[in-house]
C-alpha cells in the first residue's frame, strides 16, 4: 500500500519561510518523480514543484521559481519542499505526489495534504 504523508505546514507571516516534508512507503520512489501541488479554497489543484528521480532535474511553476526548492533523499524515501518569501496568495494545502513525468501528467500517487496559511 502506498503512503505518503505530509508534514510541516503551518500559519506563517508574509515574508516567513516554511519547509514541508513528505515520507513515501510502499513504493521505490527513485523509480519517480516526487513533486508538490497545491489547492487554494475555490480553486483548483495546481501544480508547485517536482523532482525527477534522479534529482537532477526539478520542474517549478513560475509563481514559485526564485522563492520554493524542492528536494529529494531516495534513500530516505523523502521529499522536501523549502519555501521562502511566502505570499498570502501562496495559502493552500499542499500536496505530496508520486508518479511519471508529474510536472505533466497527473499523478498517481497522493498524499493526504498538508495546510499552509500566510498571513498579510
Known amino acids: 500500500q502506498v503512503q505518503l504523508v505530509e508534514s510541516g505546514g503551518g500559519l506563517v507571516q508574509a515574508g516567513g519561510s516554511l519547509r514541508l516534508s513528505c515520507a513515501a512507503s510502499?513504493?521505490?520512489?527513485?523509480?519517480?518523480?516526487m513533486g508538490w501541488f497545491r489547492q487554494a479554497p475555490g480553486k483548483e489543484r495546481e501544480f508547485v514543484a517536482s523532482?525527477?528521480?534522479?534529482?537532477?532535474?526539478?520542474y517549478y511553476a513560475d509563481s514559485v521559481k526564485g522563492r520554493f526548492t524542492i528536494s529529494r533523499d531516495n534513500a530516505k524515501n523523502t521529499a522536501s519542499l523549502q519555501m521562502n518569501s511566502l505570499k498570502p496568495e501562496d495559502t493552500a494545502v499542499y500536496y505530496c505526489?508520486?508518479?511519471?513525468?508529474?510536472?505533466?501528467?497527473?499523478?498517481?500517487?497522493w498524499g493526504q495534504g498538508t495546510q499552509v496559511t500566510v498571513s498579510s
Open positions: 510502499g513504493l521505490t520512489v527513485s523509480r519517480y518523480d
Open positions: 523532482a525527477a528521480w534522479s534529482g537532477l532535474t526539478t
Open positions: 505526489a508520486a508518479g511519471i513525468r508529474i510536472h505533466i501528467v497527473t499523478p498517481s500517487n
